[in-house]
């Protein structure tokens, strides 16, 4: 029986860091051949058989005995792991198949600024976002500082005026969205949102009372302007009074010139 691969697996895979990779090689008619995994950046030996020939003991070749299927493992992988791996047999001449492994880092994103300012009374409402993954993506989870936010617990806590919630979707990505009504000074503070599978976001929130700071940078410019004309006064006057000076030193030598008469000497 002649030796061949089955091309009905799939070749293009995609996983995040972390995600367990499995490449599945098909080898019919394999008979006393061996089948290996070479990593083709470096050409690297991955697995000969059954057996690793890498001291990296993430990769591992999984096979039931007597399967024609030869399937390397790939753990905790990183977007370094990235690239074409080739399932071979060493036959004659050698056989080869190509998969392409790619490793993505998924990153949640609060949208705004990394401070957000909220008079006190009104609501802070944060949005955080993870892209379409190559999977399911999980849930997000929301933490002020160390500690995580239990809406639960919140709502019995709080009076009915006031109130927190949070609401995720999965359209297009994966969205979560916290809502605190009428924030009040003790709800500034550091807030993160926490996926399952992606990297996590912050935003510090400030709950002000009185002038925002919109309003403070404004005053501040203002008082810079106001410092500005200032030393152009400054200067203005400092130059009138070398001018003044000048007139009055030259004053003095006609003067001289006058009353003594010119020098010839």
Not at 28 to 37: A, I, N
Not at 44 to 53: A, E, K
Not at 178 to 206: F, Q
Request: with cysteine.
């Amino acid at each position: 029986m002649p030796t061949y691969f089955d091309f009905d697996v799939p070749r293009n895979l995609t996983v995040t860091v972390g995600q367990t990779g499995f490449l599945h090689c098909r080898v019919e008619g394999l008979g006393d051949k061996d089948v290996s995994w070479i990593r083709k950046r470096d050409l690297h030996i991955l697995t000969v058989g059954v057996s690793t020939y890498t001291s990296d003991q993430r990769f591992q070749v999984i096979r039931a005995e007597n399967s024609p299927n030869w399937t390397l493992q790939i753990k905790y992988p990183q977007p370094r792991d990235s690239g074409v791996y080739e399932c071979q047999v060493n036959s004659e001449p050698k056989m080869s198949l190509s998969y392409f492994f790619n490793v993505v880092e998924l990153k949640a994103n609060i949208s705004g600024t990394p401070d957000l300012y909220v008079k006190s009374g009104s609501d802070i409402n944060l949005t955080c976002r993870i892209p379409q993954g190559p999977h399911e993506l999980g849930n997000i989870f929301w933490y002020k500082g160390n500690e995580i936010i239990d809406t639960a617990v919140n709502q019995n806590e709080l009076d009915s005026n006031r109130g927190i919630t949070v609401e995720n979707d999965w359209l297009d990505g994966l969205t979560s969205r916290l809502k605190i009504r009428r924030a009040s000074s003790n709800d500034t503070g550091n807030y993160t949102c926490v996926p399952t599978i992606a990297k996590s976001a912050s935003v510090y929130v400030h709950v002000i009372i009185g002038e925002h700071p919109a309003a403070m940078q404004h005053n501040s410019a203002g008082s810079n302007s106001r410092t500005r004309s200032g030393s152009q006064v400054g200067i203005l006057l400092l130059g009138c009074l070398q001018l003044i000076l000048v007139q009055f030193k030259w004053s003095i030598y006609f003067h001289r010139q006058t009353c003594e008469g010119p020098d010839y000497r």
